[in-house]
């Protein structure tokens, strides 16, 4: 069965940073891509930094020098540094995975195409 469950979440003031944890379980990282998206209220799910056994870490122009991605592959944990966050950063943070029978070799960046997601975590930045 597969699971992600987000953490690390909360609130900060703008400038400052958060590490968002994925853990997941029921698949390994070698058979997955992997994405981070973000969800404003009442807007579709953006994604923001995706990675993948042999796809090198991809962002979003909104977040490219900001954001980092990262996955532990021991520890079945895929993580989001995010540093001198800004209040357009506020919204609801998901991780979602793709599982492949080969190494993701370009994660893709549409929602439609990632079947597992986590139940999200608020990020909220204040001015």
């Known amino acids: 069965q597969v699971q992600l469950v987000e953490s690390g979440g909360g609130s900060v003031q703008a400038g400052g940073s958060l590490r968002l944890s994925c853990a997941y379980s029921g698949y390994t990282y070698d058979q997955s891509c992997m994405i981070w998206f973000r969800q404003y209220p009442g807007k579709e799910r953006e994604g923001i930094a995706n990675?993948?056994?042999?796809?090198?870490?991809r962002y979003h122009d909104s977040v490219k020098g900001r954001f980092i991605i990262s996955a532990d592959a021991t520890n079945d944990t895929l993580f989001l540094q995010m540093n001198n966050l800004k209040p357009e950063d506020t919204a609801v943070y998901y991780c979602a995975a793709l599982i492949r029978t080969r190494p993701c070799t370009a994660a893709p960046w549409s929602s439609s195409q990632y079947p597992y997601w986590g139940q999200g975590t608020q990020v909220t930045v204040s001015s």
């Open positions: 990675i993948g056994t042999y796809s090198s870490p």
